[in-house]
């Protein structure tokens, strides 16, 4: 099959006949000038030549099936004087060859070559590109051969800046009018060159026959001047840019377009949804074309026509304005009669009002992977059974953003879109975002933790008229056996018995129970100052060292670890850990519990503080004895020491 192709194709070019421009000297020289229905006075605006110093194309052009085209020269137009807002340019013979050019006159098999010393660019068409001079006028060009051929040259029309600004139209404050751009028919293809509209959505009447698109025009960024409607594309691969310029009038001068309707420039919001496409509440819908015009802030402004039955296919976001242009008004019904005629000047089309739509309610809804809601927005804390079938693999889940009236106009299912986003988080320990659109849960907990749907602005000036209901929501093990988790210490020294103070930010400890021996339990309560516990690093620890004596051997310690959830749901973890050393209990303390050793402390606390009182009474009362003796002692020494001396004296 492929070779029968190849022989077709190469039959057809072996019956081509190649016209070499470089055997074919001749010259010529065209004019630019400016139309204009206000005046006969011609004003040049460019000047081209083809002679034997013209540059020439390195492409080659199947012109048709006769006729292979190589080494064409190049007239070149500089048109940089042309004034925007004029007609357009007439392109006239000065000096030398004249002749046929080629018009297209509706399909490819009726297009002619018809003799002209004058051609144009303007709204209606723009005939650039292949310029073939014939001996034989209005001959069909699928006919057209070598010896038909008197000459042929390549008009390119260029600008400084590549851009031609071919209209002007006037925009007061935001009404945005209708305009006409170029279509990808406006130019003849088989010229050498295609025209490549900016924009295919817009309003295209029946008689246009794709040469014309009816968009609103507006400018795409605040610092731009004018409408680009798309370019030429030359078959050098060069570019002209064809546009409209703008003038913005701020003051209260109006614009009033052809039908002398002052513009309304009121942007009103809609009283429902359901008002939509119409001005007034009486109107029929079916009266008007719709646009809606995008202000974005980073990006280029956008203003996109909605087709009546494609509506539901399309979106509207929130601060979009939608313009509202009468179809049935005097100006669309003349182009819908009469389309773009030769010398028509730029009409641009004001709109019959502008609308708005009011801030919507919305509310976060959580997905699963297949796109079934999970939980929406509420004030509570939402639980998400994680059953066995979920453990150690992707489960996938998305926040979003959902607009009640959605329901009944999906073009609005994405309203807040541009002014905000949500995400799927959780927190670490630090407090940290962490951001999620799958999470892995584990038997051991990993995993499971609060997560909430977060909003963030993208547009920091939004602001969101109603209270905004949150979505969090806390995992939690259905019908899982957490594995018990096992330890080994070589010596004493190694031994750590301590529970997490948390679940990652889902659970807090409320418990602990440490099982020493069949006899020997201590308990840990959240709610008491527990002296044989502290907390260090995060962690609830217990110190054991002081219940040690040589009496119990003690080989295993079995740690239960509770937790109670933000909704109150209880977590159990066990731990059992191995003392490969042995370690001796006091036996004789026969402690059931914590609170039994605190008991006994306070009853050891109460006799020392009896037998120090006593002591003190004992030494008080020692002392006052002795005292008493030593000053008897004292009294009776002093009266034996006076007799003596009485005896002496005598």
């Given at each position: 099959?492929?070779?029968?192709?190849?022989?077709?194709?190469?039959?057809?070019?072996?019956?081509?006949?190649?016209?070499?421009?470089?055997?074919?000297?001749?010259?010529?020289?065209?004019?630019?000038?400016?139309?204009?229905?206000?005046?006969?006075?011609?004003?040049?605006?460019?000047?081209?030549?083809?002679?034997?110093?013209?540059?020439?194309?390195?492409?080659?052009?199947?012109?048709?099936?006769?006729?292979?085209?190589?080494?064409?020269?190049?007239?070149?137009?500089?048109?940089?004087?042309?004034?925007?807002?004029?007609?357009?340019?007439?392109?006239?013979?000065?000096?030398?060859?004249?002749?046929?050019?080629?018009?297209?006159?509706?399909?490819?098999?009726?297009?002619l070559?018809?003799?002209?010393?004058?051609?144009?660019?303007?709204?209606?068409?723009?005939?650039?590109?292949?310029?073939?001079?014939?001996?034989?006028?209005?001959?069909?060009?699928?006919?057209?051969?070598?010896?038909?051929?008197?000459?042929?040259?390549?008009?390119?029309?260029?600008?400084?800046?590549?851009?031609?600004?071919?209209?002007?139209?006037?925009?007061?404050?935001?009404?945005?009018?209708?305009?006409?751009?170029?279509?990808?028919?406006?130019?003849?293809?088989?010229?050498?060159?295609?025209?490549?509209?900016?924009?295919?959505?817009?309003?295209?009447?029946?008689?246009?026959?794709?040469?014309?698109?009816?968009?609103?025009?507006?400018?795409?960024?605040?610092?731009?001047?004018i409408?680009?409607?798309?370019?030429?594309?030359?078959?050098?691969?060069?570019?002209?840019?064809?546009?409209?310029?703008?003038?913005?009038?701020?003051?209260?001068?109006?614009?009033e377009d052809?039908?002398?309707?002052?513009?309304?420039?009121?942007?009103?919001?809609?009283k429902?949804?359901?008002?939509?496409?119409n001005c007034?509440?009486?109107?029929?819908?079916?009266?008007?074309?719709?646009?809606?015009?995008?202000?974005?802030?980073?990006?280029?402004?956008?203003?996109?026509?909605?087709?009546?039955?494609?509506?539901?296919?399309?979106?509207?976001?929130?601060?979009?304005?939608?313009?509202?242009?009468?179809?049935?008004?005097?100006?669309?019904?003349?182009?819908?009669?009469?389309?773009?005629?030769?010398?028509?000047?730029?009409?641009?089309?004001?709109?019959?009002?502008?609308?708005?739509?009011?801030?919507?309610?919305?509310?976060?809804?959580?997905?699963?992977?297949?796109?079934?809601?999970?939980?929406?927005?509420?004030?509570?804390?939402?639980?998400?059974?994680?059953?066995?079938?979920?453990?150690?693999?992707?489960?996938?889940?998305?926040?979003?953003?959902?607009?009640?009236?959605?329901?009944?106009?999906?073009?609005?299912?994405?309203?807040?879109?541009r002014?905000?986003?949500?995400?799927?988080?959780?927190?670490?320990?630090?407090?940290?975002r962490?951001?999620?659109?799958?999470?892995?849960?584990?038997?051991?907990?990993?995993?499971?933790?609060?997560?909430?749907?977060?909003?963030?602005?993208?547009?920091?000036?939004f602001?969101?008229?109603?209270?905004?209901?949150?979505?969090?929501?806390?995992t939690?093990?259905?019908?899982?056996?957490?594995?018990?988790?096992?330890?080994?210490?070589?010596?004493?020294?190694?031994?750590?018995?301590?529970?997490?103070?948390?679940?990652?930010n889902?659970?807090k400890?409320?418990?602990?129970?440490?099982?020493?021996?069949?006899?020997?339990?201590?308990?840990?309560?959240?709610?008491?100052?527990?002296?044989?516990?502290?907390e260090?690093?995060?962690?609830?620890?217990?110190?054991?060292?002081?219940?040690?004596?040589?009496?119990?051997?003690?080989?295993?310690?079995?740690?239960?670890?509770?937790?109670?959830?933000?909704?109150?749901?209880?977590?159990?973890?066990?731990?059992?850990?191995?003392?490969?050393?042995?370690?001796?209990?006091?036996?004789?303390?026969?402690?059931?519990?914590?609170?039994?050793?605190?008991?006994?402390?306070?009853?050891?606390?109460?006799?020392?503080?009896?037998?120090?009182?006593?002591?003190?009474?004992?030494?008080?009362?020692?002392?006052?004895?002795?005292?008493?003796?030593?000053?008897?002692?004292?009294?009776?020494?002093?009266?034996?020491?006076?007799?003596?001396?009485?005896?002496?004296?005598?």
């Amino acid at each position: 099959m492929k070779f029968l192709i190849f022989l077709i194709f190469s039959q057809i070019l072996a019956d081509q006949v190649i016209w070499d421009g470089k055997n074919n000297d001749f010259s010529t020289n065209y004019q630019a000038l400016l139309m204009s229905s206000q005046t006969n006075v011609a004003v040049v605006v460019g000047e081209g030549y083809v002679n034997t110093s013209s540059q020439i194309l390195s492409e080659s052009i199947n012109f048709n099936k006769n006729l292979e085209l190589r080494n064409i020269k190049i007239l070149e137009i500089d048109i940089s004087k042309y004034q925007p807002g004029k007609i357009g340019i007439i392109m006239r013979v000065k000096i030398g060859l004249s002749g046929g050019v080629l018009y297209m006159r509706g399909k490819r098999s009726n297009a002619l070559l018809e003799t002209s010393n004058d051609t144009t660019c303007q709204l209606s068409e723009c005939e650039v590109g292949l310029y073939l001079f014939s001996n034989d006028n209005h001959k069909e060009i699928n006919d057209i051969d070598n010896n038909d051929v008197l000459g042929i040259f390549y008009v390119k029309l260029t600008t400084s800046d590549m851009n031609l600004r071919l209209g002007k139209f006037l925009i007061y404050k935001n009404q945005f009018p209708l305009i006409i751009c170029p279509d990808e028919n406006w130019l003849i293809k088989e010229n050498g060159l295609v025209f490549v509209p900016f924009e295919t959505n817009g309003v295209s009447l029946n008689n246009f026959n794709k040469r014309y698109l009816m968009l609103a025009g507006y400018p795409r960024s605040d610092d731009t001047d004018i409408f680009v409607c798309g370019y030429i594309k030359y078959v050098d691969g060069s570019r002209l840019t064809i546009s409209h310029e703008i003038e913005i009038r701020k003051n209260h001068e109006h614009v009033e377009d052809e039908s002398d309707v002052a513009p309304n420039d009121e942007v009103k919001t809609f009283k429902g949804i359901g008002d939509i496409r119409n001005c007034k509440e009486s109107t029929d819908n079916e009266n008007y074309y719709h646009f809606i015009f995008s202000h974005n802030v980073k990006e280029y402004h956008k203003m996109k026509y909605i087709e009546r039955d494609l509506l539901a296919k399309n979106q509207i976001y929130y601060n979009d304005n939608i313009y509202l242009y009468d179809s049935n008004g005097e100006k669309i019904e003349y182009l819908g009669s009469k389309s773009i005629k030769n010398g028509d000047a730029l009409p641009f089309i004001n709109p019959t009002c502008i609308r708005e739509i009011p801030q919507l309610k919305f509310k976060l809804n959580l997905l699963s992977s297949n796109g079934n809601k999970i939980f929406e927005s509420s004030q509570n804390i939402e639980i998400l059974n994680v059953h066995n079938d979920m453990l150690n693999k992707d489960n996938f889940f998305k926040c979003e953003i959902v607009i009640d009236e959605a329901t009944t106009y999906p073009y609005l299912s994405k309203f807040y879109d541009r002014e905000m986003e949500v995400f799927l988080i959780s927190k670490d320990d630090l407090g940290n975002r962490i951001t999620h659109n799958k999470i892995k849960f584990k038997n051991n907990l990993e995993g499971f933790k609060k997560y909430e749907c977060e909003i963030r602005l993208k547009n920091s000036n939004f602001k969101y008229e109603y209270p905004i209901e949150n979505l969090t929501f806390i995992t939690m093990p259905k019908d899982i056996s957490i594995p018990q988790q096992n330890e080994e210490w070589k010596t004493r020294d190694d031994i750590v018995v301590q529970c997490s103070s948390r679940i990652s930010n889902m659970a807090k400890l409320e418990n602990i129970k440490v099982l020493l021996s069949k006899n020997l339990v201590v308990e840990f309560s959240n709610s008491k100052n527990e002296k044989n516990f502290v907390e260090e690093d995060g962690f609830i620890k217990f110190k054991y060292e002081h219940l040690f004596e040589e009496d119990v051997y003690v080989t295993n310690i079995t740690t239960e670890c509770i937790y109670k959830t933000l909704n109150q749901k209880t977590i159990s973890i066990i731990k059992n850990g191995r003392l490969l050393e042995k370690i001796i209990v006091k036996k004789n303390n026969n402690i059931n519990n914590s609170k039994k050793v605190d008991e006994d402390n306070q009853t050891k606390a109460i006799i020392g503080i009896v037998v120090g009182v006593l002591i003190i009474i004992v030494a008080i009362i020692v002392s006052i004895i002795i005292l008493v003796r030593i000053k008897y002692t004292n009294k009776k020494k002093k009266r034996n020491h006076k007799k003596k001396d009485k005896k002496e004296s005598y």
